[in-house]
Nanobody, 121 residues
Framework: VQLQASGGGLVQVGGSLRLSCAAS????????MDWFRQAPGKEREVVAR????????YYADSVKGRFTISRDNNKNTMYLQMNSLKPEDTAVYYC???????????????WGQGTQVTVSS
């Protein structure tokens, strides 16, 4: 599986962006998909997660109510709709594909190349 993230850009505070993560391969629906982000000088953090068939989602507290993760397994694509953007959302956003492991841990098999999101005030 290869992942290609896109949709980043420069947006003003309060604006919106929609990120996409296109996957190759025929087993897309078997993977849990995550969006991560990493801001300069900070550790990488999970922003949102969606289960293989999209029934279960998870959001970091910092984005709840503003971001929405979704996936279209027919198109092998995952999305992150980001609304009410804040300067602290500025980061490189990565998508990742993984499988559930022992103890609820997710083992990530594939990573996208990242797309820059910059929110200006």
């Amino acid at each position: 599986v290869q992942l290609q993230a896109s949709g980043g850009g420069l947006v003003q505070v309060g604006g919106s962006l929609r990120l996409s993560c296109a996957a190759s391969g025929r087993t897309f629906s078997s993977y849990v998909m995550d969006w991560f982000r990493q801001a300069p000088g900070k550790e990488r953090e999970v922003v949102a997660r969606i289960s293989g068939i999209g029934l279960t989602t998870y959001y970091a507290d910092s984005v709840k109510g503003r971001f929405t993760i979704s996936r279209d397994n027919n198109k092998n694509t995952m999305y992150l709709q980001m609304n009410s953007l804040k300067p602290e959302d500025t980061a490189v956003y990565y998508c990742a594909a993984g499988r559930a492991s022992v103890g609820g841990r997710i083992d990530y098999d594939y990573w996208g190349q990242g797309t820059q999101v910059t929110v200006s005030s």
